[in-house]
Each structure stands twice: as structure tokens, then as C-alpha cells.
């Protein structure tokens, strides 16, 4: 009985321990993330958000991706909804902001973007905000080469000249913008205005020698990522090398390379004309028989 | 003597040649070498490799109707086994060129009775390469297509132009050695029959033996043995540039053309030692088929492998001390990963262990050769795999989505029956040939025996 008695109690004891795991397990604590905003305006028509969400884990930042945000102009209202979006692998999202705000967005010079993630199982409940001035950004090319942008804000109701703003002066290229000179930014002056020399003169354009000029303000904490666009005949004319009808060896079959052709079709003739010979030359043994 | 106003045809020393009686001795050597017809064992020796072709054609009957589906192959390994069996025939077709024409023109008088077992070899394996590459089609119907539409950038069409020269000139180079022996079987209607006596007069009542006849028929010889080995040297280089012009791991070498041609070269020699053994036994043509022959085939068997190994070690080698990331996982599968045992087993069987027994004198002994000949050619067979399958599962590009079916290959039984069937087929239109035509040259066969009484 006293085995008996030890067993139960060894029992109770063991299954109450890991009730005990189960119980503490249940408590363990959610991650944290952390939402960054972007602002950006292409062209002063354009205008979308960026979100970033990350989380840090054994003390370094890692993307998450799949997080469900719902994006806001100024305030966490329905009305006010610029858009749901889900994060991708990278942590991030886009989104448009819908023509049907311009109402809003006009009301004010300044406006602040919402993001908001109401928690799930692994993440609490997290928001990011980010706060910018209505501006603009034009570009002018001189005919002397020279690249102005300007650039403005809204004040009350009318757009005032900014002073000391960055702006990146560059060429639109296929992976990367390249700047127009060495110098990598220019700074606007009192009247809002930032020039540089175009110094890029050999650079390949479309077939007329067009290349696209921008002028933006990256990363800029009141104004946000603005840009803009300008097409100039700057460029050298690029007449692209298609080989697509040339006769070369990837070619189809009627565009093979002369030189093949000729060096096939010579061995060809030359090795099966001695077949043939030898072919030719079982008739002339038959013949001899019948001379015989 | 069947027929008494049999002649044969003496060599003089003009070399050219004159009709006489023949002689009691040459009278042994025709009935030595008269092709025999098929015993019990024969026919169902012949009858198992009929069954194997059958059971080939149905397989190949269900490929026709359900498609290449019935294959194992898939995105990955696009090329399976149909395609490395086709390297394969094309490799032994090469000993046609080799003991023949390499032979004849470098005067090497002992290989003379091996010459018609080479070229028997050599059009069989070249009428199933032909084969087994309309097999590998999804749609054979669309051959055609090949000739109408087909680049000449492509290796492909170099291969289909290469081994229609090659069939050609392996006929043409059975055929003309075979005239005077034509004659010397009209003369024994009634041992080969009626129906065997009207083919050997179609093929060859013409042949009288004369002087103007052999100055003809020598001199196209001796063309075609020059021919053959150009062309020969371009089939299995351009067959080797039908993978080093895709660029993937373990076919993106300079080193492919002479490494296939060297693996040939053995695979080819490795099969006339089988078949010289099985044709001595069977026929007791032992007073032809001598130890010396057996003993220089298996000097020349080291010979090839230590030049195959040669380019084993050029080939796989350099790629190993760099070991570059592309290609890292492709070798290390061969090397020590799930194609490990097949790629050492090729290695020992088919190189370095022929070259460990051959180099002994009493390794060179007919039993000997005979099993250092079926591990030459078995072994040539799995490495033709080898250079098919494990480079197919490695692209430089891996696929993405594909189901997971498609990164392992092992042929399914359509594709083994099919491949055993022409396997099969092609040892029986060796065997068919052989009881057709004499197996050794007999008018050669005296003419040596006369020139070396002579001398």
C-alpha cells in the first residue's frame, strides 16, 4: 500500500509540475514593433505612404512582414482612412493616398499620417505617425545647361519660397539617379531656388538624345520625398545594336552565318560526293562482271 | 566440297590476285569460317533477345500513346537514360574506325581477323544510336521536321548529318571486305539454303574476283578507311558538343571532345573482347582467334584506359580543387552524395580495375578479358549515365515551384524495357549478321595464310 500511496502522490506531484510549465508558458510575453512612416510625392501629383515594421530580437532590428496596418490621415477615424495594407517579406507596405482626400489634404499646410496595428497573437497593439508640410518642387533647364529646382511651401493659402533645403540634382538612369556634377546636393537659397551645371554631356539618351532630368528632397523631416521630372535633348542620340535579324549562331535557321553555311555545306558535299563515289563504284564492279 | 568449280582468289606479287583451285588447307579454313546455322542454343539465345525487344516495343507502344509522360523524365532531367544509352551506342560504334581503318592503315596485320567482328559492332550500334535518338522524341512523326526545319547552328543537326555519314560509310566498309567472301558462299548453295543463296547472290553475284574488280574494290577500302576516321572523330566529338555547348556543371569543358573520343575508343575496344571470346567459344575458332590476339587486345585495352583515366583526371580533377559554388553540389553528389556508388563503381570497374588486371600476362588470357571486357563495357554504360543525369539535377539556375518529383530521377520501366530492348536489338543484329556472313574474313583469311607461306 505504501508503494501505492508513493506512486499516486509521485503522480499528482508530476502532473501538477507540468500543469504548473503549461501555466507559465501561456504568459510569455509578445514582441513589440516599431512603425516608420514615408511620405513621398512624384511629380507634386502623386502622393503615397510607406510603412516599415520591424521588431528587435536579441537586440537587433529584424523586418516583419504579414502585419495588418490600417493608414490615416490626421486622425485614427473612418473617415479618415487613407487604406488598409499588409506588410510583405521585407516589412513593408504602400499605399496610395485616394484622390477623394484632396479635400482634406487641402484644409491644411500640415498634415499628420497615421499608422495603426490593433495587435494579433505574437505582436501588441503598435502606431506610428508621421507629421508634413505641404510643399512643392519644380525643375527648369537653362539653355546654358544649367538645372534650377525650386522649391515651396504652403503658407495660409499661398506657396512661400524655402531656404536651405537639400535637393538632388540628377540624370535618370536605369538603376540609380546620377547626379549632374560631382557635387551630390545643392541647397536652395532665400528664393527657394538651388542650380547646378549639367556636366554629363557624353551620357547615352533615347534615339532623339533625350535624357530625364529630376530634382528631388529625400528624407527631408518636414517635407517628406518629394521629386520631380524633366525631360531635356542633352543626351547623346543611343541607336541600340539589334543583332535580332543579323545572321549569328543564335539566329534561326534561315540568318546562319555565311561562313557556317559555306564550311557545312563544303564538307558536306566533299564527304558525301566520296560517298556517293564509292556507291557509284559497286555499279562500276558490276559491270566489269558483266564485261568478263 | 559442296561445289567443285569453286575457285579462290591468290594473291600474286603484283598484289594482285589470280583464281585457283583450292587447297586442302584452304578447304579447312572455308569450312571453319562458313557461317553456321543457329543450334539449340542458338535459337533461344536468339528467342531471349526477341522476348527483350517485345517487351521494348510495348513499352515503347505505351510512350507512342500516353506520351513522354510515362518516362520519368520531367523539367529537371529533361534528358534520362534513352539519351545516355544513344552516347553509349555512339561510343562502341567507334571501334568500327578503330580496328579496322586505324588498323589497316597502320599495317596491323594480327587485327585482320577482329575487322569484321568491329564493323558488325559498329553498324548495330549505329543503327540503335539512330534509334534510340527517335525514341527520346515526344513526337516521332514530326522527324522530318529536322531535316525541313532544322538550324545548322545546332549541334543536334550536326549529330542527325554525322551519324548518317557514319551509317553510311560503317555499311560501305562492312560491305566491299564482304564481296569475295559472297562468292566463296555461292559456292555452298546447299548449305546456306535457298533463301540465304538468293540474298548472297543479290549482294554480291557481280564479284568474279578479277584483277580490275580488286584494284576497285582496294582502292575504295582504303578510301573508306580514311574517311571513317574524320567522320568517326566528329560523331562522338560533335555527340560530346551537343552537352559542352550548354552551359551547366560538368558540361562546361574543352576537355568534353577528347574524353569522349578516349571513353569510345575503350567502350568500343572492351566490346569486340566480349564478342571475340563468345564468337571463339561458340564457333571454336580458336586456331583464329589465338592468344595473341587476346594478348594484344588487352595490351591495347591498358593502353585506352590509362588514356580514358587520363581524362577522368583532367575532367573531374580541376573542377574539384576549385570547387566553385555553381558547381560544388553537382560534384559532391557524384563524388561521396547519392551518385557516389554508381560514379566509383563506373571508375573502378570500367577504368582503373581493367588496367590493374590486364597489366599481368595471365590477365591477358581469353577468361580473363572476356570479364575484364563486360566490366569495360557495363562500366562504360554508368558512366554514360553519369554524364546524362547528375548534370540535369544541378542547373546553374535552380527551378522554383516544381513539385519535388522533379529534383530525383530513376528511370521508370518504360524507359528500362525500352532501353534494354535496343540493347537487346542491337546484340541481335550482331547475332543475325553472324549467321548471315562469316565472322572472320575468309578470303583475307587465306590470303594472310598464303602471303605468310609465301614469305
Sequence with gaps: MKLLYKLSAGSIFFLLLLSGYNAFSQTADKGTLSIGLNYFVNNNQVQYLTAKVKTKVNGKFQNVGGIALKLFLNKDSAGNLIGKVVTNEQGEATSMIPAGMSKLWKASVKHTFLASFYGDKKFDAATGDLTVGRAKILIDAGSDKTVTASVFEMKDTSWAPVKGVDVVLAVRRLNADLPINEKPTFTTDSTGKASGDFKRDSIPGDAKGNITLVAKIVDNDQYGNLSIEKKVPWGAKFVPVNLFNERTLFATRAKAPIWLILMATSIIIAVWGVLIMLVLNLFRIRKLAKEA | ?455
Design chain 2, 1 to 455: 566440297m559442296e561445289n567443285s568449280s569453286l575457285t579462290i582468289e591468290k594473291p600474286m606479287k603484283s598484289d594482285a590476285l589470280h583464281e585457283a583451285p583450292i587447297s586442302a588447307a584452304d578447304e579447312q579454313i572455308i569450312q571453319d569460317l562458313l557461317p553456321r546455322k543457329f543450334t539449340k542454343s542458338g535459337w533461344v539465345w536468339t528467342g531471349i533477345l526477341m522476348a527483350i525487344c517485345l517487351v521494348g516495343a510495348f513499352a515503347y507502344y505505351r510512350q507512342l500513346r500516353y506520351g513522354l509522360v510515362v518516362t520519368h523524365m520531367r523539367d529537371y532531367v529533361s534528358w534520362g537514360i534513352y539519351i545516355s544509352n544513344f552516347v553509349f551506342f555512339v561510343a562502341i560504334s567507334l571501334v568500327g574506325s578503330l580496328i579496322t581503318a586505324v588498323f589497316r592503315l597502320a599495317g596491323v596485320k594480327w587485327g585482320a581477323p577482329l575487322t569484321r567482328i568491329a564493323e558488325m559492332i559498329a553498324v548495330a550500334a549505329i543503327i540503335f544510336a539512330s534509334i534510340i535518338i527517335i525514341v527520346d522524341m515526344g513526337s516521332p512523326e514530326r522527324f522530318y521536321n529536322l531535316f525541313l526545319y532544322g538550324r545548322i547552328q545546332s549541334p543536334i543537326i550536326w549529330d542527325v548529318i554525322v551519324i548518317a555519314t557514319y551509317f553510311v560509310i560503317s555499311l560501305l566498309l562492312l560491305y566491299y571486305p564482304l564481296l569475295p567472301d559472297i562468292k566463296i558462299l555461292l559456292g555452298f548453295k546447299e548449305r546456306s539454303g535457298a533463301r540465304l543463296y538468293k540474298f548472297y547472290s543479290f549482294l554480291g553475284s557481280f564479284w568474279k574476283g578479277s584483277h580490275k574488280q580488286y584494284l576497285l574494290s582496294k582502292k575504295a577500302i582504303n578510301v573508306l578507311c580514311i574517311a571513317i576516321i574524320p567522320v568517326a572523330f566528329t560523331i562522338h566529338t560533335v555527340t560530346s558538343w551537343l552537352f559542352a555547348t550548354t552551359y551547366r556543371p560538368g558540361w562546361d569543358s574543352t576537355n568534353f571532345g577528347a574524353y569522349f573520343i578516349a571513353g569510345a575508343f575503350l567502350v568500343g575496344a572492351g566490346s569486340v573482347v566480349v564478342a571475340m571470346y563468345v564468337f571463339r567459344r561458340w564457333y571454336h575458332l580458336e586456331k583464329y582467334i589465338t592468344l595473341n590476339h587476346f594478348d594484344k587486345m588487352g595490351r591495347m585495352l591498358v593502353l585506352l584506359s590509362l588514356l580514358y583515366l587520363y581524362f577522368n583526371v583532367n575532367e573531374f580533377l580541376t573542377p574539384f580543387f576549385k570547387m566553385k559554388e555553381s558547381e560544388s553540389a553537382y560534384l559532391k553528389d557524384l563524388f561521396t552524395g547519392s551518385f557516389a556508388p554508381v560514379f566509383w563503381f563506373a571508375i573502378l570497374t570500367g577504368i582503373i580495375l581493367p588496367i590493374i588486371i590486364l597489366v599481368f600476362k595471365q590477365g591477358r588470357r581469353p577468361l580473363p578479358m572476356f570479364i575484364v571486357g563486360i566490366m569495360v563495357v557495363v562500366g562504360a554504360w554508368f558512366k554514360r549515365y553519369l554524364i546524362v543525369t547528375p548534370t540535369l539535377l544541378h542547373p546553374f539556375l535552380p527551378m522554383h515551384d516544381v513539385p519535388a518529383m522533379y529534383r530525383r530521377y530513376f528511370p521508370s520501366w518504360e524507359e528500362w524495357a525500352i532501353t534494354m530492348g535496343s540493347l537487346a536489338g542491337a546484340i541481335l543484329i550482331i547475332t543475325l549478321l553472324c549467321r548471315i556472313f562469316p565472322i572472320i574474313p575468309i578470303q583475307e583469311t587465306i590470303t594472310e595464310r598464303h602471303h605468310e607461306t609465301t614469305v
